[in-house]
């Protein structure tokens, strides 16, 4: 059990950016300025969807202390960007298609002169209607967003004959469930600083997860070849996703090339809720039956998906959503369907779990509902569907064998906080306070999946410096990367943290290793440094052998250098030659490399995972029914992720994640109304505070794999987020007897739901 009290072990480190972090020194590259520099705004959509009659920038262009303008006209390359679909225009044309939109931008000498033009730029509108809503959209009569209409992408999977296989179950439950528009509301809003070098190149220093994506993407609108383009992307306040997709990049690019002078350019709080990407809301109808003997027998699926004005990941995020919408159950007949839809809402994108969370969120409600129709206790009903490890995956495809869900469940069920579930210590002192327990259980898949670029590698040198330099193209945005990859070398090398150089960020000085995303970096760290670690050993141990005549087998690496081995165990091991001294007698750098992709399922199924991680959680929760407010009393996580690397930050990434979750449960929804936002602060928007907090929180990791299991640890940055909703909307459920299948948890519902119960009622499982 991994707890902040137990420090065991050697690997429970202070993290190499933490006192920098809790202390304020750190400078996050919206803390950078140069001399000189100027600041940059952009204007934004005054309309959710309109026509563009005209954009006038005269009197902008003579307002005091502007010295740049731009607007469509501006971009010598493609006025567009995306990473998978690039349809978002860098400055809109002819059409506006949310409040997000960027029509035009200015450099100016300060923030308040670039605002104040802003203000003289004239935009001519003709309005459309609005389209925000979904299903609407997929209407005939709805207006068209592209030119390919309002559906993004579709998604299909189906096995056995369900519609069938209904009429045989004993119970059926059907059910709409509705998940929010979460914001990933991190400390350090969307920015950066532009430099335009005197050798014609341009540096970028932003906060992205994916420094190359943003070079190449910045190359195309540019027009100017990718070499030219220099992007500095750690350390990062906070992304979770939203950073995935190009920001504020390329109008600080291009204003910083017209202006020939840095620019920096740094959003509000309310210009980041109005411009950047939310979680994908989805509407999620869902049908499912058992047999007599509480076997799942069919299941049934639509998802339709509110993608907003552009495609960002929106297709990517529902092929996961479908994967997982099938739970880690053994069903025989499936059908699921999705859809993914342009609107004039918010742009949605990538966010942590990828569209698993108001997945898994849905099927684990039906589990609930279907164990009480059964008269089965909920936790024994999952053990009764669970898959065994050499099951298909959900799409039918081959995956790594793993008997992660089995450890998963036992622990919840050997919890404290589910014994409970029968009767806790004590009650509540008011009496209109109601107590309940819920739980969870998800596999949550690893990677971008079958079909999807996924590069992986990483570089290792000792340097002239003398220092063991570890080279990745990850960025540090919090997960704490840092202090797993420091780690990992201290116990490979048996060095010393000071004999360490990490490289991160940076694509002038990092090899193409792949995104910080979906939960890969872990992984790919591991598969790298086991093919590096032994090569560049064994050239530093030639190298070393070659200059003291000590033969190679004797030595080893450890703190400060190449060590001799002892020749007696009462002999101390003594330093051969310090990391210093033999780089110093070397001909340039040793450096070894490596390139490959990260594993994926041997079977063409596109976005089929072959790693999974398996995750559980149980929970303990108040009602008050006056207030309808949950409170939170105990949750217990069981994460099956094999070994943890970093335990501290093993630590920090679950409970991080699951207080994310939380807000996703109980207060966070980025309100909509006509394609404008209702909620466009932190004053408005409820995100989880201390206050909020658990005391009793306890870790089960569980740290085994399979033997000779060759992918090591797997990342744990989502796991901790995908279960948790479910399981507080189950002990609402035991609490309240209400059936919750809108998130956040409407409070009116509770308390609508208190009288009810007074009087002996109970929801039946299979209502909506």
């Not at 040198?461 to 945005?477: C, N, P, V, W």
């Not at 360490?500 to 000085?509: A, E, F, M």
Request: net charge negative; aromatic share 6%; proline share 7%.
């Amino acid at each position: 059990m991994l707890t902040r009290g137990a420090r065991t072990t050697h690997k429970w480190r202070r993290r190499p950016d933490g006192p920098d972090k809790v202390t304020g020194a750190l400078r996050y590259l919206t803390d950078m300025s140069l001399p000189g520099m100027l600041h940059g705004k952009v204007l934004r959509s005054a309309m959710p969807h309109a026509w563009i009659l005209d954009i006038r920038t005269e009197k902008a262009e003579r307002a005091p202390g502007v010295r740049a303008v731009i607007t469509h006209r501006d971009v010598p390359g493609l006025n567009r960007f995306g990473i998978v679909n690039p349809d978002q225009p860098v400055l809109c044309e002819d059409r506006v298609r949310y409040v997000g939109d960027a029509v035009a931008a200015v450099a100016a000498d300060t923030k308040e002169e670039a605002e104040f033009a802003l203000s003289l730029i004239e935009v001519v509108y003709e309005p459309i209607p609005v389209v925000d809503d979904p299903e609407a959209a997929l209407q005939p009569e709805s207006p068209k967003l592209h030119p390919g209409g309002n559906v993004l992408h579709r998604t299909s999977y189906r096995r056995g004959m369900p519609e069938e296989a209904f009429a045989g179950c004993a119970h059926v439950v059907e059910a709409v469930y509705h998940t929010p528009r979460q914001m990933h509301a991190y400390m350090e809003t969307e920015g950066g600083l532009f430099v335009p070098e005197a050798d014609g190149r341009l540096t970028v220093y932003a906060p992205t997860q994916h420094g190359y994506k943003d070079r190449m993407q910045l190359s195309r609108i540019l027009a100017l070849p990718e070499e030219m383009i220099r992007v500095v992307s750690s350390p990062i306040g906070g992304s979770f996703g939203g950073k995935d997709e190009l920001n504020v990049q390329p109008y600080g690019a291009l204003l910083a090339r017209i202006a020939g002078a840095p620019v920096k350019l740094h959003n509000s709080r309310r210009e980041s809720v109005r411009a950047g990407l939310k979680r994908h809301p989805m509407k999620l109808e869902m049908k499912t039956g058992i047999d007599g003997e509480g076997r799942l027998i069919a299941h049934q699926v639509r998802i339709v998906a509110d993608t907003g004005a552009y495609s960002t990941l929106g297709a990517p995020v529902l092929n996961f959503a479908t994967e997982h919408a099938m739970g880690p159950y053994r069903i025989p007949h499936i059908v699921v369907e999705g859809v993914s839809v342009f609107t004039n809402n918010g742009v949605s994108g990538e966010f942590r779990g990828f569209g698993g969370n108001q997945a898994i969120f849905a099927v684990e409600s039906q589990m609930n509902r279907l164990a009480e129709l059964a008269g089965v206790d909920p936790w024994t009903f999952r053990r009764l569907n669970l898959r065994e490890p050499d099951d298909p995956g959900p799409l039918g495809q081959r995956i790594l064998p793993s008997h992660g869900l089995s450890k998963v469940w036992q622990s919840i069920a050997d919890s404290d906080v589910w014994r409970r579930r029968h009767g806790g210590e004590s009650e509540p002192a008011e009496p209109w306070v109601k107590r309940g327990v819920g739980a969870a259980l998800a596999m949550h898949g690893s990677g971008l999946g079958y079909g999807i670029p996924d590069p992986g590698g990483g570089r290792l040198s000792l340097t002239k410096e003398g220092k063991l330099e570890a080279a990745f193209s990850f960025e540090e945005f919090g997960q704490g990367v840092t202090a797993t990859l420091e780690l990992m070398l201290m116990e490979r090398f048996r060095c010393a943290a000071e004999d360490l150089s990490i490289v991160i960020g940076d694509t002038d000085r990092v090899p193409h290793t792949g995104s910080s995303t979906a939960s890969r970096s872990t992984t790919i760290a591991h598969i790298a440094l086991s093919s590096l670690h032994p090569q560049l050993t064994e050239f530093m141990l030639k190298a070393a052998a070659d200059g003291t005549g000590i033969p190679a087998d004797r030595l080893f690496t450890g703190p400060g250098g190449i060590w001799l081995v002892p020749d007696s165990e009462a002999s101390p091991p003594s330093l051969a030659v310090s990391y210093i001294e033999l780089a110093s007698k070397l001909e340039g750098e040793l450096s070894v490399e490596t390139t490959f992709e990260f594993p994926v399922t041997p079977d063409p199924i596109i976005g089929g995972h072959y790693l999974y991680t398996c995750a559980a959680v149980a929970v303990e929760a108040e009602v008050n029914t006056l207030t309808g407010a949950v409170r939170l009393l105990a949750k217990h996580h069981a994460v099956a992720a094999g070994p943890a690397v970093n335990p501290m930050g093993y630590i920090g990434q679950i409970e991080g994640a699951s207080v994310m979750a939380q807000g996703f449960a109980l207060s966070e929804d980025a309100l909509m109304a006509e394609g404008r936002y209702k909620t466009d602060n932190l004053d408005t928007y409820l995100v989880p505070t201390i206050r909020d907090m658990t005391e009793d929180f306890t870790l089960h990791a569980i740290e085994e794999l399979p033997e000779g299991d060759p992918y090591g640890p797997r990342g744990i940055g989502e796991v901790g987020s995908v279960a948790l909703a479910p399981a507080i909307t189950m002990a609402v459920h035991q609490a309240v007897g209400k059936w919750v299948t809108r998130l956040p948890i409407p409070r009116e519902e509770l308390m609508k739901s208190f009288p009810a119960r007074m009087l002996g009622k109970k929801e039946g499982a299979g209502a909506t």
